[in-house]
């Protein structure tokens, strides 16, 4: 499944274009359904997804996800982490696009928000040096933890099928 590069020489098919704005916009639903759960999204989960059925190319609905997020909540320190620490998650999941195994994607998608705040503190460190950058993670660990438990869940529940279900629009509609 999935293995293209966005090329000059290959446009999007309109399925694919309806697809990526599909998911790049039910992933921002289905984050705000979920928002009154402490740091249990299913973003990870849709990204991860978005790399292994639809290789690079799915990087137009995470892309979509967060200009989503950028037009509803504005730009600032909270959120200009997005530009990179989904295409961290993206490419890693590219590299185990392979595997089969729930678990590994559940351990993937858990260490993932784990990391998160890790993550997200580079920007706290261009903006207020190191011991701003540190403090802001280590006050986020707990909710760190919160994110790395409810990512593992969602991503060992619903990987699998999610995955099967894209493999089959993939194939009618000609998504590579």
């Not at 639809?54 to 892309?63: C, E, H, K, N």
Request: hydrophobic share 60%; glycine share 10%.
């Amino acid at each position: 499944m999935g293995g293209s590069t966005p090329s000059a020489d290959r446009r999007l098919t309109t399925a694919e274009l309806a697809l990526f704005g599909l998911l790049g916009a039910m992933t921002f639903a289905l984050k705000m359904a979920m928002a009154q759960l402490p740091n249990i999204e299913p973003v990870s989960l849709m990204v991860m997804l978005a790399a292994v059925c639809f290789g690079w190319r799915g990087l137009y609905a995470v892309y979509l996800y967060v200009f989503l997020e950028f037009a509803v909540w504005g730009i600032g320190l909270w959120n200009i982490n997005y530009l990179y620490v989904w295409l961290v998650l993206f490419a890693a999941a590219r590299l185990l696009r392979r595997v089969e195994s729930p678990l590994v994607w559940a351990a993937l998608s858990g260490c993932f928000g784990l990391l998160f705040g890790a993550l997200c503190a580079l920007v706290y460190w261009v903006t207020g040096g190191w011991a701003f950058a540190v403090s802001w993670w280590v006050a986020g660990i707990p909710m760190d933890l919160f994110h790395g438990a409810g990512n593992f869940v969602v991503a060992l529940a619903l990987f699998k099928p999610l995955r099967k279900a894209l493999a089959v629009f993939q194939r009618k509609y000609g998504s590579r």
